[in-house]
């Protein structure tokens, strides 16, 4: 979506009958694992894109909360945002758990690991660049992050 307004960001990753695809208590295949294909540039280095929070319109467009916490490392464009302190970083809830990053979000909702659409996020991490579940820049969530797997569950 081409939204040319200011940016605003989820407050925290949605709740409700419909979760974001970031939390690890969302329904796999809520969304079709082509929405994660069309989507993957938002977490490619160096990307201007967006990831859309799914309870957002067109008229009142919102970035998703748990892409900030968990895909938004690599890109430039909402780093930039954040570090101005133009969208804020949103809370990961108590006791919820998010996906490490965006291919182990996009694979669990149907999107093959060997996709070429992930392939750019995969070699980012290959080459160990900021993981994406590094606390992103802009704002300090230490003292509302939790460890992404608290309870070591997997």
């Known amino acids: 979506m ?43 280095p160096d990307s201007d894109r967006r990831f859309g929070c799914h309870s957002s319109s067109a008229e009142a467009p919102r970035v998703c909360a748990g892409w900030l916490l968990r ?3 690599g890109n430039q ?3 930039k945002l954040l570090e101005a302190g133009l ?3 949103p809370m990961p809830p108590a006791g919820v758990e998010l996906y490490d990053d965006y291919v182990e979000m996009a694979v669990a ?9 992930l392939a750019p996020i995969l070699r980012r991490r290959s080459q160990g660049v900021c993981a994406d579940n590094e606390t992103p820049p802009g704002g ?9 797997r608290s309870d070591g569950a997997g």
């Open 2 to 44: 081409d939204y040319q307004g200011p940016p605003v960001a989820q407050r925290s990753p949605c709740a409700g009958t419909e979760r974001c695809p970031w939390r690890r208590d969302a329904v796999p295949g809520a969304f079709p694992a082509e929405a994660f294909r069309l989507s993957a540039p938002t977490s490619y």
């Open 71 to 73: 895909g938004a490392s």
């Open 77 to 79: 464009h909402v780093l």
């Open 87 to 89: 969208i804020q970083v």
């Open 109 to 117: 909702n149907g999107v093959a690991e060997d996709d070429p659409t």
């Open 140 to 148: 300090d969530v230490a003292e509302g992050k939790q460890d992404r």
